[in-house]
C-alpha cells in the first residue's frame, strides 16, 4: 500500500487527508481511503482528518476474522458513518468532507463513497470506476445534458457536490463489493486527479508504474498535466466528437482549459504482489 498527497499550485492549505492501513492482528486485512475537506482552511481540514481518525479507530478495532465478512462490515461501517461526527464538538459553519474508501478482505473489497472522491481499479489493461461521483455535473451526464463522461470536469458545476459528511445532515453512503480477483490495483484518489487526468491517462500510470511509484506517479501527472477541452473532444471518435460538438450548445458553460494542480491531490493506493 503506497499514500502520496500535494498541496498544489493553486492552495494555501492541505484540506485532503489520506489513509492506508493494514489490521494490527491481520496483516491481509487492509484499508485505503481519501477524504476531501470542504469549507475552507481549517474547516475543511478539520472535517477530513477526523473522519479518517474515526475511521483508523474502527477498523483497527475490528474483530480480524471479520475480513472474510464483507456484509457485516457494510453494516458496521454504515453505522460508523452515521454517527462519524457526533462527537465532534466544534467545527466551523459549512466545513464538511467527502469520503472515498476500500477495505479489502479475504476474497473481497467494499468500496464505499460519498461526494465525489472516487475509488478506480485495474485488471490488465482496463480501467473502472467503481464509484459514483454524489455531484451536479453527474446528474447532468445521467441525464443527457453532458454528452460525454471525459467533459464532466469541463462543465463550471464540476466542483459542486450533492453531498457530503458534516455535521448539518446524515450523508447516505454508496456501496459496492466486488470479488478480488477482479482487479490488480486499486486506488482511492480525490478531486484533484480525476479533475486533470482523463480516464485514459490514468489508467496508462496504474498498469505501467511499478508498485511503489503509482501513488507518487499519478499526483505529479496531475499536478503537470494542462487539459483544454479542445484536446479531449479531439481525441474522441469522430461520431462522438461531432455529437459532442453539436450538443455544447452554451460554451460559457464550459471552461476550456485546466490547469494542472488546481487543487489538493490525494492517492492511496493497494497494489496486488
Not at 482487479?183 to 487526468?197: Q, T
Not at 508504474?209 to 487539459?227: Q, R
Amino acid at each position: 500500500m503506497f499514500v502520496s498527497q500535494d498541496v498544489g499550485k493553486k492552495r494555501n492549505n492541505q484540506e485532503d487527508s489520506a489513509l492506508i492501513l493494514e489490521h494490527p492482528q491481520n496483516n491481509d486485512f487492509k484499508l485505503i481511503a481519501v477524504a476531501d475537506g470542504v469549507g475552507g482552511e481549517y474547516g475543511g481540514e478539520l472535517a477530513s482528518r477526523h473522519v479518517l481518525v474515526k475511521l483508523s479507530e474502527w477498523f483497527n478495532s475490528l474483530p480480524p476474522q471479520l475480513y472474510n465478512n464483507m456484509p457485516a462490515i457494510q453494516q458496521s461501517l454504515d453505522y460508523l458513518l452515521s454517527h462519524i461526527m457526533d462527537d465532534l464538538v466544534y467545527i466551523p459553519k459549512g466545513a464538511a468532507t467527502t469520503l472515498s474508501c476500500a477495505i479489502i478482505g479475504k476474497d473481497q473489497t467494499l468500496i464505499t463513497n460519498i461526494g465525489d472522491s472516487r475509488v478506480y481499479t485495474t485488471k490488465d489493461q482496463n480501467i473502472t470506476q467503481e464509484t459514483k461521483d454524489d455531484s451536479i455535473v453527474q446528474a447532468l451526464y445521467e441525464n443527457g445534458k453532458i454528452p460525454n463522461k471525459e467533459i464532466m470536469r469541463f462543465n463550471v458545476y464540476s466542483n459542486v457536490i450533492r453531498q457530503s459528511i458534516n455535521k448539518q445532515k446524515e450523508a447516505d453512503p454508496h456501496y459496492k463489493i466486488i470479488n478480488n480477483s477482479n482487479y490488480d490495483r486499486i486506488i482511492a484518489v480525490s478531486d484533484g486527479v480525476s479533475d486533470c487526468l482523463t480516464t485514459e491517462e490514468l489508467k496508462n500510470i496504474i498498469t505501467i508504474s511499478k508498485p511503489e511509484y503509482v501513488a507518487s506517479n499519478i499526483v505529479d501527472k496531475a499536478l503537470n498535466t494542462t487539459s483544454t477541452l479542445s484536446s479531449v473532444i479531439n481525441n474522441l471518435p469522430n461520431d462522438e466528437k461531432r455529437q459532442v460538438v453539436k450538443n455544447i450548445k452554451n460554451k460559457e458553460d464550459y471552461y476550456q482549459t485546466i490547469y494542472g494542480g488546481k487543487d489538493n491531490t490525494s492517492v492511496a493506493a493497494y497494489i496486488k504482489k
